[in-house]
């Protein structure tokens, strides 16, 4: 609207952004092909906004064309580890300006980078504001969404573990898996060796399409993660009305409200987990208000114009400048 001119470069996959209707230049997986864009694009452009840190050291030759950028920093590539990679750590350094994503990430940032005082906090968003249809009337059920890696790092294996016992309490209700990912057979043998393997779906990879239908049969979402830096699919659960059982490891207890929007509990207490899910699960009631809370909260603070709105607030002054 003033007059921006904004072009992108992607280091794959730019097919699957071809509706922001902006020109795409695509690396096609080449490190060396996405540096020389930058580099070219350097010729052109007056600020370059990298989407998050291994990005940004692209900008190593950029910056000799007194370029300024700026980083989005989203969590445990920049706090996961005790010795980050120093090209990381001079990437977000260097920027005018970083974003992160929450602030949970930025505390977390600033005690691996040292202090940030370029970095501002910018919540995200959906990527639309549409609304979705209600939860459907059905037989109590938790979901799950989400890859399945090496770690279990979004709770997956606690989540098998409590399920005999929330099963014994709630004897109709069913634990669904959602998502890919390389370790799913590994999440198989887990859930065929539970004592309540009758009572567990993994569906593995599914569209859009079949997650929004997952998600109007799920009683309760659940994400017992130590690694979200925000945690997008939690606020894909409160568009959809779902309560969240989240952590209290990451910044997902940021995002969902304790006790409003459901509940966030420590993914090392076990009779916590167990008993927030069989309130939820036996309190429709309850689960349907905390849901109602959710969308509520979804549509205040993480539909895509709200996230459009704080997103130019946050950028404008240092595309000003």
Known sequence: DNGTRVSALSMHDADQSRELEIPINDAKGSRTRFVWYCTCAGARSTHFLYDFAGSARAHSVVRLLRRPYCVWIHGYEVWGHERLRPDYVAAVRRAALVLANSHTTLERAEKVLGRLPQAKVCWLGTESDELVQSRETGPPAVMFLGRSDDLFAKGQ???????????????DATLVFVGGGGSLDRLRRLAGASAAAARIRILGFQSQMEVDQQFSRATVFVLLSYVEGFGLVLIEAMRHGVPVLAST????????????????????????IVDRLVLMLRDDGLSRRMGDAGRLRWRNHFRYSAFQARFTKTIGPWLEA
């Open 249 to 272: 490891e990451d910044a997902s207890c940021e995002i969902n409200v304790d006790g409003q929007t459901g509940f966030n509990v420590s993914r090392h207490d076990t009779k916590g």
């Open 157 to 171: 294996d606690i989540l098998i573990e409590v399920w005999p016992k929330v099963v014994s309490a709630v004897p």
